[in-house]
C-alpha cells in the first residue's frame, strides 16, 4: 500500500487529470484527500463539467459513481474527447445506499402498472426519483417524462413536476418527498403512501397529487420527535437543524432543513457562541464541530453514522489511487447506455430546472 506521500506525488504528476471527489459523510481522513467536496448535486454538476480530468475517483455510494459516469460520459462528451470514456471508480463497491435498493425497477413498473388500473399514468403523473436511487429508476423517470431531484433541488423539482401533470410518483424517499410536498402547500390529504411490499396504495388515489414510495434512509431515521424534544429541552438556546431525509415529526420541530451544504452553510454563517443540534450524518456533524469549536454544536442522535459511506476508508482510496496509477484501475462503475441514455434525460431535466 502507497504512502500518503506517495499518494501525493501521484496526484501532483497527474495534477487535473484525476479528479477526487468526496461526499461530505465519508470520514475525515478520506474527504483530506480530496480535491473537490460537495453535496450530491454539486457532485453531480463537478462530475458533468469537469472538462480536464481523465479519471474520476468518487468517495461516495455507488449512485453518486453512476450518476457521475452518465453525466461524464455522454455520447456527445466521449465523441469529443475522440471517443475516450472518463472511468469513474469507487474505492469500494461495498458502498451502496439501502434507500437506493429499496426502490427496485420491477417494482416500480409494477407500482406504474396498478396506477395505471385508476389513474391515466403517462397523461397525468410524472415519476420523479430521489437522486439516491439506480440508474435503472433515473431510466424509468426518464422513459415516462421524469426528472432526478436532490435534497437541494426538490422544491423546484417537483414545482416543475406539477406545472406539467397533476400528480407526482416520488421515488424512493417518502420523507424528502413529504417534506418538500408540505412546504409547497400540498396537504396530507393529498398526498397516498405507496406500499412496496404490500403492492398497494394506502389511500385514495384519485385525491393524491404526490403519491409517496415508502422508502426511506436508515440513517436519518433512527432521528425521533422524541429525539427532537429532549435535545430541545435540554438546550433551549439551540437551533436544531436537519436533513429532511428526517420524519415529518422531526422536521416539524427543526428552525430549518436542508441538504448537507445547506447544514454546513447555516453553521458557517452562525456568529461565535451560537448553538446548534444538527440531524444528519455523524461524520458531518463530528467535521463541523472540530472546524467550529467556537460554536456550540450537538448531535440530534447518537451513533448515526452511514455505514457505507464509511466503506470510503483512506486504505481503498490509497490502493485504488496505486492501482489507477500503475494502469490497473478497479471498481469502475459503467452504467450500460441503454439505462444510461434514459437516465440521462431525467438527470439533465434536473439541470435545467436548478
Ligand atoms: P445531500 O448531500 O445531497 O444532502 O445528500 C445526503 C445523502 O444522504 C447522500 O446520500
Ligand atoms: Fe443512503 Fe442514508 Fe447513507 Fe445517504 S446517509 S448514503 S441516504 S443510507
Redesign the pocket.
Known sequence: MISLGQFQKIREKWGEKLLILG???IPDETIACTDRQ????ALAKMAASDEKCEAILFC??H??AETADILANAPQKVAARGGKRIPVMLPNLLAG?P?ANMASRGEVEKCWKILAETLDVEKEVTPVTY??SSASIKAFCGLHGGIVC???NAREVLEWALARKKRVLFLPDQHLGRNTALKMGISPDEMVLWDRQAGKALGNLEQAKVILWNGF?R??HQMTPAMAQQMKTQYPDAKLIV?P?CSQAVVAQSAAD?????LINVVQNSQPGEAFVIG??SHLVDRLQKQYPDREIHHLAEKHN?VN?EQNTLDALLGLVEAWDAGKPYNIVAVPEEIAAPARVALENMLRVK
Open positions: 461526499h461530505y459523510y460537495g453535496d450530491s448535486l461516495g455510494v449512485f453518486m445506499c434507500m437522486v439516491n436532490t435534497s437541494s434512509c440513517v436519518h436533513h431525509e436542508g441538504s448537507t451544504s445547506f444528519t450524518e452511514c459511506m
